[in-house]
């Protein structure tokens, strides 16, 4: 299910049903204005596909069109025998550690789930970054494997670290969705656009990254871009933070490319 059927489903399970709530500072749940203009956009698109002699057809999911935005400093691209695989939306935490109220934040890795946004990044990428910008206000569901609300996203995958500078992307996450398992390291970084949006506490955006692939991979993965991301950086010292762990909520887009394997 995709494109304008997924779009239609946006509607469907959305503005017809009971709003998912949003948490805000204060805990009052409440429909924000970014839904608001989230939805405005779904149905402009829906009027817009009407029109197309294709309806109700959806839309071809063709990933070549789609195209990675570019960061500030801008990473190097991906290697030419490869293609664009998936689009996740990725949603969870990025986990730091306090030695003392000297000291500064040190990253220990991330825990989060991957939501499919192959095809709407490939017919509305407008829609797929407002989406992205979206779900850091959203407690991911309970069951890790169900679409995540507000935008009613399907699950694709899990993102977590086997060490600190060992970031995994696992998108076999059933016998029948074997999309590739990549073991990464840092390739190289940019700072996220001045405008990037801030996580709910002010935290400011991650940077961007490119992420190559080691050994133990599978499926023919080769890189992982971090792009788009919202919120998750951790504050710039310890103070008034007790030692040990604490986590930072973020959003963020992966781009994940893979080459065939011969
Ligand atoms: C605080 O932790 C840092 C990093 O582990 C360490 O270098 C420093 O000596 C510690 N300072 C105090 C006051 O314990
Ligand atoms: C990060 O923190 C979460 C929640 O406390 C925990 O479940 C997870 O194992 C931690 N992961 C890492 C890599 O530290
Ligand atoms: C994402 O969704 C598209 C369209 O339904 C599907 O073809 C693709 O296999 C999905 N990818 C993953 C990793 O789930």
Request: overall charge negative; hydrophobic content about 35%.
């Amino acid at each position: 299910m995709h494109s304008i059927y997924f779009l239609l489903a946006f509607l469907a399970s959305n503005s017809l049903a009971a709003p998912s709530p949003m948490i805000t500072e204060s805990g009052i749940y409440s429909w924000s204005a970014p839904l608001a203009r989230f939805y405005q956009e779904v149905d402009k698109r829906i009027q817009e596909a009407r029109k197309s002699p294709d309806f109700p057809n959806p839309p071809a999911c063709d990933m070549s069109k789609a195209s990675m935005p570019v960061a500030p400093t801008p990473l190097p691209g991906p290697d030419p025998d490869t293609y664009l695989s998936h689009v996740a939306i990725g949603r969870g935490i990025q986990n730091y550690t306090c030695a003392n109220s000297s000291s500064v934040p040190a990253p220990i890795g991330a825990v989060a789930s991957l939501y499919n946004a192959s095809c709407t990044e490939s017919n509305y990428p407008s829609l797929t970054t407002m989406m992205t910008n979206l779900v850091i206000n959203y407690p991911l569901p309970s069951d890790p494997t169900a679409n995540f609300q507000p935008t009613n996203i399907l699950f694709s995958g899990y993102h977590f670290f086997t060490d600190n500078t060992t970031p995994v992307f696992d998108l076999d996450t059933a016998p029948q969705k074997q999309y590739g398992y990549a073991v990464t390291k840092r390739d190289s970084a940019s700072p996220a656009p001045s405008d990037a949006p801030e996580g709910p506490n002010g935290e400011p955006a991650l940077a961007w990254l490119k992420l190559n692939t080691i050994d133990g991979t599978k499926g023919g993965l080769k890189h992982v871009y971090r792009v788009n991301t919202v919120g998750g950086s951790p504050p710039k010292t310890c103070e008034g933070k007790n030692p040990g762990v604490f986590t930072v909520e973020y959003s963020a887009q992966y781009w994940i490319y893979a080459a065939d394997e011969s």
